[in-house]
Every structure is written in C-alpha cells, then in structure tokens.
C-alpha cells in the first residue's frame, strides 16, 4: 500500500515537471517584446492577445460587428439604445449585473459606436483577469433590460448621447453620414423622438440575440497574459452563440455624390468650427494610402500646401487644420476640422477649394511625397508610446491592410510599395481635374457656429437656407 | 518527489502574473549645474525630452503678476536662430508633440517625438535656454492676445467667472489666491523692461530639471547632453524650495451673485483640499475620485439617478503643491432643484464623514486610480512630469513604488477620516448665482 502510495506519488511529481516542461516549451518567453497569440474558441470568438510582460495592467477590447447597410432609422435607434442601457453609468437605476461586475472590474470602461462595429474597450489590473470571462459572458447573454431604465433612456437619450463628447465634430459627422451615405442605416443620422417613441423592449432584445454573440465579435487583450490561461477561462465560460444564422452582408453602401456646404446654427461664445468631409478609397485599397500622402500634401502640419500659401499669403493667423479617418469596409471618410475666426472663413473655404483644384495642374512633388512619408513614419513611433497602440494595428487589419499599415508598424516598405507616381494618379482621380468635371467628387463642407455671422462673413460664398431639427 | 514538485514550482513562478516593476530612474549633473535626470524604458519607439522649471506664477513680483504667465507664449516665440513657431515647425513635421504650462509652483515643457530624433529636441531646448526673442512686438503681441482672450472669456462664461472668485476665496491669503494671468487690467501695462529682466530667474539653470523618458541610447544621449547644454552659463544656486502645507479652513464663506436674465441658477463649492506634498492628499484624492470621476461619479448617481434632480455636474481640481481646491459647480434652470441638490450634497457629505464606505467601492475606486497611475507611468511626457514634480517637493527620484503601496494600502479609515476634515461646512467656500 505505501509503495504503491509512493509510486503514485512518483509518477505525479514526474507528470507535473513534464506538464511544466511542456508548458515552458510552448509559453512565451518572458522578454520586454509583445508577441501576438491569436486564435478561435470553439464558440467561435476570434481571440488574440498581444502578449507584454512590462504592461502593468490589462487592456480588452472587444468589437461587436453590425452591419448597418439597407437599414432604417429604427436600427439606429435600437443599437443606440442597446448600448445606452448595457454601459451608461447615469442609467445606473436599478444596477445591473452588468454595471456590478464592472464596478468590480474596476469601471475604467469606454464604449463606441462605430458606423460597422460597437467597441468596448477597458483597463483592469491582472488580478482581475479571472473574473473577465465571466463578464465577456455577461456581455453575451446580456438579459437585464429593465422598462423604468428603457424609458429614461429614450427621455434622456439626446443627452446621454452627446454627454462628454464633442459633439460639434458628431453633429458633423452624422451630417455627413446622411448626405454621403444613401442606404447605410447611420445615414438616418438625426433620430426623432417619434421614432424613439415606437421602439420597445422586445426589438432590443431580438437586435442583441442577433449581434451580441461571440461568432460576430472579436477580443483583442493586452498585457502580461498567459495566452493559455486566459484561452482555458473564455472556452468555460463563453456561451454557445444562438441557433440563429448571422445576418447576411448586405450590398455596397451606395454613396451620394456632389459637394455641397452647410452651415449649422449655434448659440456659442467659441469660435467656428469647419469640417472637410471626403469619400476616399476603401483602407484595403491599393490608392487608400496614396490618398492619404496627398490628404496630407494639401492640409498637413506644417508642410501642407494650405499652411504654406496661408504663411506666404499672409492671409491668416496660420491654422492647424486636424484629420481624422473614418474607415468603412467599402470607403473611409476622411475628416479635415480646425477652428478659425468668424472673418477668416471665406478666405480659407476659397484657399482650400484652390489648392484642391491645382492638384491637376500642380501635381504632388516629390519633396511633399517624402515629407508626409516621414511624418506618418515618425507619428507612428511617437504613437507607438501608447499602451493601445499595437492593439490599433490589429484592429486596422480588420479593415484593411492600409490601415493597418498607417495604424501601426509603417516602416520603409511603404516607400517601396506607395510610388509618388501612384499618389500623383490618386489625387488627380479624387481631387483634380479628373473628378471636376466628371460627377466623382464626394464631399461635404460643414460650418458650425452662429449661423448669422458666418453669413455675414461669406461675401463672395452664396448661401442658401436649410432647416433640419434635433428634436 | 519534493525536489520534482519544488522545481515545477520553481518553473513555474516566473509565469504567474506579478505586480508592476519600478522603471529604474538616474540623475547626473552637469559642471554647469543643470541636473539631468533619464527614465529609460523599451517599450516604444518614443522619447520625452523634458525641461522641467522649478518655477512658476507664484514666484512672479507683486507689481508684475502674470509675468510667467507670459512666458509660456514667448517660448515659443524663437531666439537668434529660429523663428517663431519654428520649435513646433521642426517637431510637428517629424509626426511628434511639443507642448508647455506655466502653473503656480512649475512650468513645465516638453517634445514627445521619434526615438531616433532626439538631438533635435535636445538642440530645441538648448535654444531656448540659451537665448529667447523678448523683443517688444512680440511682447505686446501676447499680453493682447492674453487680455482678448481672457476678457472674452469673462464676458461670456459666468462659470469662469465665477470660479475664479471662488478659488480666490479658498486660497485667500496663499500663492494661489490670484489667477495665472495676475490682474486681467493690468496685463497690457507690465512694463516689457521688467518682463526681460524677470527672465533670467525663470530660465535660471540652478532652477531646472532636464528629464528625458522613453527609449534611448544612455552614452549617445550624454554626448547629446553635454554637446547642447554645456555651453549655457551656470545659474545662481538658491536653496531648494521648501513647500508648506497648508491648513483647512476654519470658516465658511457663502456667497450670493444676483445677474438679471440668467437662465440657469448655480452653486459653485470651492472645497479645500490637502497639499500635493502633504500625506493626506491621497486620501483626499481617493474621495475626488469616487465623487467626481466620471468613471465613479458617485454625486452624478445620487443627484441626478436617485434623486431625478437633473442637475448639470462640473469639476475640477488644482493639483498645486501647498493646498488645493476641488471645485463642484451644479447647474439648472429651477431654483428648487439646485436647493434639493445642495441638501443631497450636505447630507452626502455627512454620510461620508460619518461612516466608512463600503469594501466594493474603496476596491473599485482604488483600482481606478492605481490604473490611472500605471498609466502615467507608460506614457513618457506624463511620466517626465511626474518625475519632475516628486523631484521638486521630495528631492527623491523614485517615487513609483512608494506611491503605489501607498494607494494599495487605502482603507475606508483613511478615507473616512479625510472626509471627516476636508468635507466640513467650514471648509467650504459656497456661491450662489441666481437669476432676478
């Protein structure tokens, strides 16, 4: 009896040094370098975590997909209210499990609603990490609507939506949403209260047995992780995703055409805001990083071609003009905003309406070509001091590989794959002759502040009147 | 079999999650007695090259208030050899950040930029030590701008304004009782004369801490160093500050503001809060966390949530070394509703002072603000500044790890006690602004 006793003994100790050994043999090993683990749980959760001993907490985030296109202003108004009721802490009345489990997690939490996908992005320390599937869980399972929260959400709802925002540069965009975007549901961007009035309980629950489950998703998880553990908790804990087959993709969102600007009517102290919004080529196109050396040749900071001639003009105080990209699967948006005095915008409309043009006659030089190069490489390793930064890249390649690229780990290949000719033909097909006079161009301009004095100040500029309401 | 189970442990440790490790931080200094202090870290491909100033608005003259104030604007302003606005010219176009704030007890300004670059920032900085363009058109250029865009400021935002009288209040008698930019009639009268010779106090090197973070070569930064530093002359060495904190306040002050056509009433609570060096700050923290995070927000649950009073919440807080203040201003067009939000807020208050929180929320808000430090730490600007600030008030380099077993430690105690002798009525500075 005590041999055998002995014996057992024996094999086990042997068992867990070789369990141990074949455990070191496959883990990672534990130098400063990120190292990428990816794969799929058997619920079909794609998974990949970005290994990083010297990280001292743990970054998730996790991306629900939803396909937006051929849809209605109700879809929005369900995702909106899906979202405002599982995250929004102000709705906090009766506390969900939800809001418990992420008090617990220590609630530094962010929530966006993306036009293709919902992000849920958050920071825990690493004695937390157990208890993360649990709540990944909870997200997909999600069952806690409660009918007194429901209708303070929908009462509040324009509020909560632009708390802590800038919600000048979301009016913006959502304007552009509906003037570009002819069938993509976030086109029916200003949401009526009737049409929030109609929505009920039951739609929101069937929109998140159909969105929220673990096939339409992915988690990205950063950190000091070990890939194995962190597998073994999410395969126990996730559930099966539901009998119902995903949406199918629905066609390309059609896009409008034409340039037109707006003028969005504000009672604020601050100064005017202007926002460029063009349709560029999609990130896993060819000419989408080509275009984005040219969007930088015209607007960058400080070698672009408006700094310069308003520097060389004289003409004004030398604005910084902002870029921000919007990707979509079939296009991005890109999004040129600055803020600027009331009698200095007809002057810069006109200069960048100029600059766009000489695009045909003058195309991007070489010097120009090198210089936005630089800059995004340079940006990209000055961004790479973020803890989310390679977690953006992974992000981007679901978008595309030009994304990617720009997001993160852009290098000297892009010299060798991004000719200067390649962004010379770019530009001329979307900025220079080619797309005037044909009907290609697709842009809005939209001016937000006292509509009377940015009237006032458009002399040469005809303006027309518009009423739209947020009501 | 011991041995067999001890060495699969021994394997297995260094596996298992451990708590973050302390960046190591060193200092030298150079013959002309500027120190310099590196925090190297691999982890990215960034550095933060630093010139922190043991100066700020506080040390300003009485008769030349908001001459500091100035001097964030005119450091960008160029010297001899470049132009103005050429320092953030030269940064921006490598895809990096320049950015600078003059405060009361610091100033501090810094490039964020690619590795590789760093000479640039280097050469940047030493520029600017060396010589600074303090030519009359460009001095009267900023105190207009600072004039214009303050007196628009007051005209139109009675939030400011009332802030500004509230914090003046709270720090009555204190370095802090008047505003950045000093007396706001007064800015275009300081005497351009007095403007240059307050300047070499403010670039004095004796008074300066160059700090650099992120990734760098330690021997190629030290030939960078002394290549573009060693030529400034020395500074004259004064004494190293010594920072008092000050004590809360032993009697209420409240206020009324009547301003016909108003269509929103507020109250503005200026609570004084610990200094940044004293041992109580974060306790104190903990509460400005749990109050007013937007993460936590504890008044927005129990104003707006439970109570339905649909109040507007704002908040900020200083974050000086010798005392601070946390101001709470709530809004709403009903006077009913901010009286009923006042007497939630007092009674909150007392809850707080009266009995400890409990465990899930001191564990929530302690991860919150223990993440919101490990953050700091991975990012170099912030991690330069805090360096920067600790060296300041301690003389001490590494304050990481101290900090985090300190915030690791809070009990609900802690907290209790904190509120027991910041939250109280006669530490309050108290506005009323009502319409007619």
């Known amino acids: 009896m005590s041999m055998a006793i002995k014996e057992s003994a024996f094999y086990r100790g042997r068992r867990l040094l070789g369990a141990a050994l074949v455990f070191l043999a496959f883990a990672p090993s534990l130098s400063g370098e990120t190292r990428l683990f990816s794969f799929t749980t058997s619920k079909g959760l794609p998974v990949k975590v970005l290994q990083d001993n010297e990280m001292p907490f743990i970054h998730a985030e996790l991306q629900v997909y939803l396909d937006g296109r051929a849809q209605n202003a109700n879809s929005l108004a369900i995702t909106q209210l899906v979202v405002m009721n599982m995250f929004e802490r102000s709705l906090n009345s009766p506390s969900s499990n939800l809001s418990d489990m992420l008090l617990r997690q220590g609630n530094d939490y962010q929530v966006e609603l993306e036009p293709e996908s919902v992000k849920i992005s958050m920071n825990f320390l690493p004695d937390r990490l157990g208890p993360f599937s649990k709540l990944l869980n909870e997200i997909f399972t999600y069952k806690s609507f409660h009918l007194k929260k429901f209708n303070e959400s929908k009462e509040r709802f324009w509020s909560l939506f632009l708390k802590n925002r800038d919600w000048r540069k979301e009016i913006a965009v959502l304007l552009a949403y509906q003037q570009l975007i002819g069938n993509f549901y976030f086109s029916q961007s200003f949401l009526l209260q009737e049409t929030l009035n109609k929505i009920n309980l039951a739609q929101l629950r069937s929109f998140l047995l159909r969105t929220f489950r673990p096939d339409n998703a992915q988690l990205i998880l950063k950190g000091r992780i070990n890939p194995y553990f962190i597998l073994g908790m999410i395969e126990k804990d996730l559930p099966q995703p539901p009998s119902l087959p995903l949406q199918a993709r629905k066609p390309e969102a059609a896009l409008n055409t034409g340039r037109r600007v707006f003028i969005l009517n504000v009672d604020s102290p601050d100064l005017p805001s202007a926002y460029w919004f063009d349709v560029a080529p999609a990130a896993d196109s060819a000419a989408f990083i080509p275009y984005a050396i040219g969007n930088f040749a015209l607007f960058g900071f400080p070698g672009g071609r408006i700094y310069q001639s308003e520097k060389n003009q004289a003409l004004m105080g030398g604005y910084k003009v902002n870029t921000d990209v919007i990707f979509f699967k079939d296009f991005t948006l890109f999004c040129n905003y600055m803020r600027l005095n009331y009698g200095d915008l007809e002057n810069f409309l006109l200069l960048v309406d100029q600059e766009r043009r000489k695009f045909s006659v003058r195309p991007v030089e070489r010097k120009e070509y090198l210089d936005a190069l630089n800059y995004y490489i340079g940006h990209a390793q000055v961004e790479s001091s973020r803890f989310d930064f390679d977690l953006r890249g992974e992000i981007s390649r679901f978008r595309g590989q030009g994304a990617s690229l720009l997001a993160s780990r852009i290098g000297p290949e892009l010299f060798q794959d991004v000719s200067l000719s390649r962004v010379v033909q770019t530009m001329d097909e979307q900025m220079g002759a080619k797309s005037r006079t044909g009907p290609k161009e697709k842009g809005i301009v939209v001016l937000i502040g006292s509509a009377d004095a940015i009237v006032k100040n458009l002399k040469l500029l005809k303006t027309e009147a518009l009423e739209m309401s947020l009501d | ?52 100033h043991m100066h700020g608005a506080r040390s300003d003259p009485a008769d030349g208030r908001g001459i500091a104030y100035l001097y964030q604007y005119l450091m960008f302003d160029g010297n001899e050899n470049l132009e103005p606005y050429d320092h953030v010219l030269f940064i921006g176009k490598m895809g990096g950040v320049v950015s600078g704030r003059v405060s009361y007890d610091n100033s501090v300004f810094y490039e964020l930029l690619p590795a590789q670059e760093i000479n640039v920032a280097l050469w940047l900085e030493s520029e600017r030590l060396k010589s600074l363009r303090l030519r009359d058109a460009n001095i009267d250029f900023h105190k207009n701008q600072i004039f214009n865009r303050i007196s628009r400021l007051w005209e139109a935002n009675l939030g400011f304004k009332a802030q500004t009288w509230v914090s003046s209040k709270v720090f009555e008698g204190l370095p802090y009782e008047f505003p950045l930019y000093g007396d706001l009639n007064r800015i275009p009268s300081l005497g351009n004369e007095r403007i240059r010779e307050n300047y070499p106090n403010f670039q004095n090197l004796a008074n300066i801490l160059l700090i650099i973070a992120g990734k760098f070569d330690i021997s190629e930064l030290r030939n960078g160093i002394n290549k573009f530093f060693q030529d400034i002359p020395p500074g004259r060495r004064s004494a190293n500050p010594v920072f008092n904190a000050q004590n809360q306040r032993k009697s209420p002050v409240l206020k009324n503001w009547v301003v016909p056509g108003l269509k929103k009433s507020m109250a503005v609570f200026g609570i004084k809060a610990p200094a940044k060096i004293s041992y109580n700050y974060m306790y104190f923290d903990f509460l400005r966390y749990y109050l007013t995070d937007a993460r936590i927000s504890r008044l927005n649950h129990i104003l707006n949530t439970v109570n339905k009073l649909d109040v507007e919440i704002e908040s900020s807080f200083t974050d000086y070394m010798e005392a601070n203040c946390l101001i709470i201003q709530i809004s709403h067009p009903k006077r009913i509703n901010l009286e009923k939000a006042r007497f939630v807020l007092a009674s909150e208050f007392q809850a707080l002072a009266s009995k400890p929180l409990g465990n899930s929320d001191v564990r929530a808000v302690r991860s919150l603000m223990e993440i919101d430090l490990l953050k700091g730490m991975l990012s170099p600007e912030e991690r330069c500044q805090r360096i920067g600030e600790y060296f300041h008030m301690f003389g001490e380099l590494n304050f990481f790890d101290v900090q985090l077993r300190r915030l690791r430690r809070i009990t609900s105690y802690d907290v209790q006690e904190s509120a027991k002798k910041y939250l109280l009525k006669e530490n309050q500075v108290v506005l009323n602004v009502y319409g007619n």
């Open chain 2, 1 to 52: 079999m011991i041995k067999a189970r001890l060495l699969c442990w021994l394997l297995l440790v260094p596996l298992i999650p451990l708590s973050a490790q302390s960046p190591t931080v060193s200092s030298f200094d150079l013959p002309n007695g500027l120190k310099v202090i590196l925090a190297p870290s691999g982890n990215s491909q960034a550095a933060a090259v630093c010139v922190y």
